[in-house]
């Protein structure tokens, strides 16, 4: 047994022998880092949630490999985005521009919270009243009931 655990100690040691340098990803770790910074602002069209350079569709993978050679052409960052926007729309960019009809995209959130405090407004000003009615006493007797709880203070 003592030789069998040698045997496999003496393979594990060995795996390093078999291995090979690392093959570089990038031929150009320059335009590497060009098409990482552009498709970090861009939405890989089919997985939606996540950007151009964290997706793994197969997609994703050809439209680096375009950006990659837009990149080699000598394209500029803003001609890229542009040929990806005449290509696939504003959808394609994680801050589309403020443009007519990205309008609702940029200002919906805050219609909807201005909205959220109207209906709050109204609805507590509502109960208010629902609650003041809810007393049985006229107005009379509530502004007589408030005056002898003044007093009652002093």
Do not use: H
């Not at 093959?23 to 950007?51: F, G, K, T, Y």
């Amino acid at each position: 047994m003592k030789y069998f655990y040698a045997w496999v100690l003496l393979l594990v040691a060995c795996t390093g022998v078999f291995a090979k340098d690392a093959v570089l990803l990038a031929e150009d770790p320059v335009v590497e880092q060009r098409l990482i910074a552009i498709s970090e602002e861009l939405r890989c069209l089919v997985c939606q949630n996540e950007s151009l350079a964290g997706s793994r569709a197969d997609l994703a993978m050809d439209l680096r490999r375009e950006l990659r050679n837009l990149i080699k052409q000598g394209k500029t960052d803003a001609e890229i985005r542009e040929f990806m926007v005449s290509r696939y729309g504003d959808f394609v960019l994680y801050r589309p521009p403020v443009k007519p009809s990205t309008w609702l995209l940029w200002l919906g959130p805050f219609g909807l919270m201005l909205a959220g405090l109207v209906a709050l407004f109204v609805y507590l000003r509502r109960r208010n009243s629902e609650v003041a009615a809810s007393t049985g006493l006229t107005e009379e007797e509530s502004k007589r009931a408030e005056a002898l709880l003044k007093e009652g203070e002093k």
